[in-house]
């Protein structure tokens, strides 16, 4: 007689065929055969709760034995699967450190990139105020020496043309000296000459 077995939801299920002078129920079982029902923790922790009935025949002890392999690969499984979320907890927790890392040297370049920017900008600023500075300094000069030389050259015109005028009246002066001279001579001259007729 086929034997199935499942394991549904971590539970195992043998069907045990009616026995000659054995009738018993278990877990709801109907009156042609007895269905037994395992939670596989539970057997894999408490293997005593497996019923051992008298003289059970092969198809029982066949169910049995691969109930006991459902067991062991239950525990297999359940080992890899217990190994495959530890590596996948330890990937995890890997990546979130690389990521943690990552992030943390993304922030301290970026602060170093800010605290260049920053200086740069503020080395620029300094550099725009001095040139200001020593440009409005140098056109403050500029103006000055434009106003020197202005009231160099005003001045020195003025001189020039009290010069020129002082000049031109010691020139008439002088003019006006010989002219009284010549005359004065001419008149010498004229009276010389009467004398001498």
């Known amino acids: 007689m086929h034997v199935p077995n499942s394991v ?34 539970t057997i894999l922790n408490k293997p005593s709760l497996i019923p051992s009935l008298p003289e059970q025949p092969d198809s029982l002890a066949l169910a049995l034995a691969e109930v006991r392999d459902l067991q062991r690969t239950v525990v297999v499984l359940r080992g890899e699967l217990e ?24 922030k301290a370049t970026v602060a170093t990139l800010r605290d260049a920017l920053e200086l740069a900008r503020a080395d620029k600023d300094a550099a725009v105020k001095a040139s200001d500075a020593a440009s409005h300094a140098e056109i403050v000069q500029l103006r000055a020496a ?20 002082h000049a031109a009246t010691e020139h008439r002066n002088e003019v006006t000296q010989l002219h009284d001279i010549i005359r004065a001579l001419r008149t010498e001259l004229e009276a010389r000459h009467a004398a001498t007729r």
Request: net charge positive.
């Open 8 to 41: 549904v939801r971590r539970r195992a299920c043998c069907y045990v065929p009616p026995q000659r002078g054995i009738r018993r129920w278990y877990d709801g079982a109907p009156d042609c055969g007895v269905r037994l029902l395992y939670d596989c923790g």
């Open 83 to 106: 190994s495959a979320h530890q590596e996948r907890q330890r990937q995890l927790q890997d990546a979130l450190a690389g990521a943690h890392n990552e992030t943390q040297q993304i």
């Open 146 to 165: 434009v106003a020197a030389l202005r009231e160099q050259l005003e001045r020195q015109a003025l001189e020039q043309s009290d010069a020129l005028q």
